[in-house]
C-alpha cells in the first residue's frame, strides 16, 4: 500500500463500459514525514467516496482489482482507505 493525497478529479465520458459508475480521482503519492508529493500524479478507481485534499491508502497492479466490485476490471490502480492518522517513531 502506497500513502497518497487525492489532487483532483477525471471525468471521463467516453470509457471502457466496465468503467462506467466508477469515480476516478487524481491521487499523489507522498512521503509520510513531510508530507509532500512526489512529481507523479495518478489516476485511481476510488471504492471508499475519498475527497480532494484527503490522505489516502493506494494499491496498485493485481491488488487493485482485489479490491471489493473491481474484479475483471481495466484499472491499475485503486483506493481503499481513506487515512485518519499517520503516527512515526522516531
Known amino acids: 500500500m502506497i500513502l497518497a493525497r487525492v489532487v483532483g478529479t477525471v471525468v471521463a465520458t467516453r470509457k471502457d463500459s466496465r468503467l462506467v459508475s ?7 503519492p507522498i ?7 512526489a512529481s507523479n500524479y495518478l489516476v485511481a478507481v476510488d471504492t471508499v467516496d475519498a ?3 484527503e490522505t489516502v491508502l493506494i494499491v496498485s497492479g493485481s491488488s487493485a482489482r ?3 466490485g473491481l474484479k475483471d476490471r ?11 492518522a499517520v503516527e512515526l517513531a522516531d
Do not use: E, F, H
Not at 22 to 28: E, R
Not at 31 to 37: I, L, M
Not at 74 to 84: E, F, K, N, Q, R
Open 51 to 53: 475527497g480532494v485534499g
Open 31 to 37: 512521503d509520510p514525514r513531510s508530507k509532500t508529493g
Open 66 to 68: 482485489m479490491a471489493t
Open 74 to 84: 481495466p484499472i491499475d490502480t485503486a483506493i481503499v482507505g481513506i487515512v485518519d
Open 22 to 28: 466508477s469515480k476516478l480521482l487524481v491521487v499523489q
